[in-house]
Nanobody, 126 residues
Framework: QVQLVESGGGLVQAGGSLRLSCAAS????????MGWFRQVPGKEREIAAG????????YYTVSVKGRFTISRDIAKNTVALQMNSLKPEDTAVYYC???????????????????WGQGTQVTVSS
């Protein structure tokens, strides 16, 4: 059983930056691909970014590409999402998620992740 705890959300003006962090415990962190999802009320949860087990491969949805960076520290069991040039449309609850994968190099972009954090609110004001 993997527990995920997000931190780092908050209120920021458009054009600003935030760094989200997710701490994992209770499982073999290096066995899981990781993802950051986001959800606004009334809409489906969508993936913002994903990273492979080794950290060598990443995925970004088109709307965040070039502005967000996902990274992981296997030694510290953490995954981070650096968000720059934030826009009001980035406002959402952001969730960290873990997906067990046999492949060390693949990212995973479907929604059926195995474990989820509780979410952290990110609000970008215009």
């Amino acid at each position: 059983q993997v527990q995920l705890v997000e931190s780092g959300g908050g209120l920021v003006q458009a054009g600003g930056s935030l760094r989200l962090s997710c701490a994992a415990s209770g499982g073999a962190f290096s066995s899981y691909a990781m993802g950051w999802f986001r959800q606004v009320p009334g809409k489906e949860r969508e993936i913002a970014a994903g990273i492979s087990r080794t950290g060598g491969n990443t995925y970004y949805t088109v709307s965040v590409k070039g502005r967000f960076t996902i990274s992981r520290d296997i030694a510290k069991n953490t995954v981070a999402l650096q968000m720059n040039s934030l826009k009001p449309e980035d406002t959402a609850v952001y969730y960290c998620a873990a997906k067990w994968l046999a492949s060390r190099s693949s990212t995973y972009i479907d929604k059926d992740y195995d474990y989820w954090g509780q979410g952290t609110q990110v609000t970008v004001s215009s």
